[in-house]
T-cell receptor, first 112, second 115 residues
Framework: SQQGEEDPQALSIQEGENATMNCSYKTSINNLQWYRQNSGRGLVHLILIRSNEREKHSGRLRVTLDTSKKSSSLLITASRAADTASYFCATQSLYGNNRLAFGKGNQVVVIP | NAGVTQTPKFRVLKTGQSMTLLCAQDMNHEYMYWYRQDPGMGLRLIHYSVGEGTTAKGEVPDGYNVSRLKKQNFLLGLESAAPSQTSVYFC??????????????FGSGTQLSVL
């Protein structure tokens, strides 16, 4: 099954700065999703972008998708300490069982 | 609404012991999933169900069994636990959406250690 691969693995930024994470995948997708995981908790869905979309916004989040490069980026603007978490991308393939395949995650630490 | 509830939250087993992890959701979702999360590996799908009475294998099903006798419950069983099954287990649920764009709702996880 395909898996998203986030880059970089860990990011440490000051509060108020922007944080950008990237995700690459290998096969054709139906959609790509981003999830957040706070320490010791389950994952929480943030945003979904379909394969025919190029950019999507939700509050301070901006997601881009480039299907020609098989990559996506998640931008968190004006970061807050509460944004400290791990962020995962997940892809839903066009083929096979269509179940979500998760990447390894990006750890983001926002320093107050 | 509680969402997705997993029990227990922590468990320590000895090699060869068996146990069942319970997942319950109150959102009337059709689909349910079991994932395991290991350091540096992300989440890997163990088994899933697309409706009551149905189950299917995911990416890493060996050593696990599942049952979905009721729509709201999804059980994950370890018949003979092995140290390689030490992990954090997450249950999730989702509802079918147009264009297959369902998003997952996760429980808070079960930390399992097999000694």
């Amino acid at each position: 099954s395909q898996q998203g691969e986030e880059d970089p693995q860990a990011l440490s930024i000051q509060e108020g700065e922007n944080a950008t994470m990237n995700c690459s995948y290998k096969t054709s997708i139906n959609n790509l999703q981003w999830y957040r995981q706070n320490s010791g908790r389950g994952l929480v869905h943030l945003i979904l972008i379909r394969s025919n979309e190029r950019e999507k916004h939700s509050g301070r989040l901006r997601v881009t998708l480039d299907t020609s490069k098989k990559s996506s980026s998640l931008l968190i603007t004006a970061s807050r300490a509460a944004d400290t978490a791990s962020y995962f991308c997940a892809t839903q393939s066009l083929y096979g069982n269509n179940r979500l395949a998760f990447g390894k995650g990006n750890q983001v630490v926002v320093i107050p | 609404n509680a969402g997705v509830t997993q029990t227990p939250k922590f468990r320590v087993l000895k090699t060869g012991q068996s146990m069942t992890l319970l997942c319950a959701q109150d959102m009337n979702h059709e689909y349910m999933y079991w994932y395991r999360q290991d350091p540096g590996m992300g989440l890997r799908l163990i088994h899933y169900s697309v409706g009551e009475g149905t189950t299917a294998k995911g990416e890493v099903p060996d050593g696990y069994n599942v049952s979905r006798l009721k729509k709201q419950n999804f059980l994950l069983g370890l018949e003979s636990a092995a140290p390689s099954q030490t992990s954090v287990y997450f249950c999730a649920s989702s509802q079918p959406q147009p264009q297959r764009s369902e998003k997952l709702f996760f429980g808070s996880g079960t930390q399992l250690s097999v000694l």
